[in-house]
């Protein structure tokens, strides 16, 4: 079982930055997709990136051009740098892993962190 750990929560104003870090537990984390996902209140859970054992990444159209998804292999961690950010960026933030190659829905990942608050204020 992976387990990971979010950090990185924080108030911004709109058109500022944040980086979120995800670290995992275990020795499988190079073979795992990691993923980003966030829910407003009221909201479903919305895939915002994701990045495979390749490095390719996916991302929402509503966050292309402002967030990069990266990782660091050697510290079995996860970024999510999220620039220009905007109020509707608002959200609970979650970190996630699968072992499917391409994943953007939450069904298809396996272990969640506990998330962590993005606040944008405009």
């Known amino acids: 079982q992976v387990q990971l750990v979010e950090s990185g929560a924080g108030l911004v104003q709109a058109g500022g930055s944040l980086r979120l870090s995800c670290a995992a537990s275990?020795?499988?984390?190079?073979?795992?997709?990691m993923g980003w996902f966030r829910q407003a209140p009221g909201k479903e859970r919305e895939f915002v990136a994701a990045?495979?054992?390749?490095?390719?990444?996916y991302y929402a159209e509503s966050v292309k051009g402002r967030f990069t998804i990266s990782r660091d292999n050697a510290k079995n961690t996860v970024y999510l740098q999220m620039n220009s950010l905007k109020p509707e960026d608002t959200a609970v933030y979650y970190c996630a892993s699968t072992r499917v190659a391409v994943a953007t829905t939450p069904t298809q990942y396996s272990n969640w962190g506990q998330g962590t608050q993005v606040t944008v204020s405009s």
């Open positions: 990045i495979i054992w390749t490095s390719s990444t």
């Open positions: 275990g020795r499988t984390f190079t073979t795992l997709t």
